[in-house]
């Protein structure tokens, strides 16, 4: 790997699928090398996939093959920036449909137990408006929704 820091993401032997499914899902993500294992380990076998490089958005990531000792947790999630209500869609679909679940303001899960943030930029400007009382507005709206909807948003910050 190039990069100095890398994301390395604990899987239970899926690593391979969760990385082709975020290098198929997200703009600007990719499948690298798949390293398979030089010997047995205690959850898996000589020739097993034990790590895979990706990126997701640019960001270097390593999937590894540990086992089922160390789930994902809502600890670490990836943040997403949406520009608008269809991509918003796109990606929560994406995750939400492809055996993952919904969760509140704007989180899922995928089906490997990884939490994502599904933000619209245009939440993050109405939950941070200097005008307080639009700011709270927007934010009561948003505790009310799992995925983000724009026009709900911005017409509780607008009163």
Not at 40 to 54: A, R, S, T
Not at 130 to 155: L, Q, S, W, Y
Request: hydrophobic share 45%; proline share 5%.
């Amino acid at each position: 790997m190039v990069s100095k820091n890398t994301v390395c993401l604990w899987y239970d032997g899926t690593a391979l699928d969760a990385a082709t499914f975020y290098a198929e899902t997200f703009p600007d993500s990719a499948v690298g090398a798949v390293h398979r294992a030089p010997g047995d380990y205690p959850d898996g076998k000589q020739g097993d996939v034990l790590m895979v490089e990706f990126t997701i958005m640019g960001i270097p990531c390593l999937g590894l093959n540990g086992g089922p000792a160390f789930p994902h947790t809502e600890a670490f999630s990836f943040q997403v920036a949406t520009d608008d209500q269809a991509e918003t869609d796109r990606l929560w679909n994406a995750i939400v449909d492809n055996g993952g679940q919904a969760s509140a303001c704007g989180w899922c899960k995928d089906k490997w137990g990884l939490s994502w943030q599904i933000t619209p930029r245009a939440l993050i400007d109405a939950v941070t408006d200097p005008d307080g009382a639009a700011a709270k507005r927007a934010f009561d709206a948003m505790m009310g929704m799992t995925r983000i909807d724009i026009a709900a948003i911005e017409a509780a910050r607008r009163g």
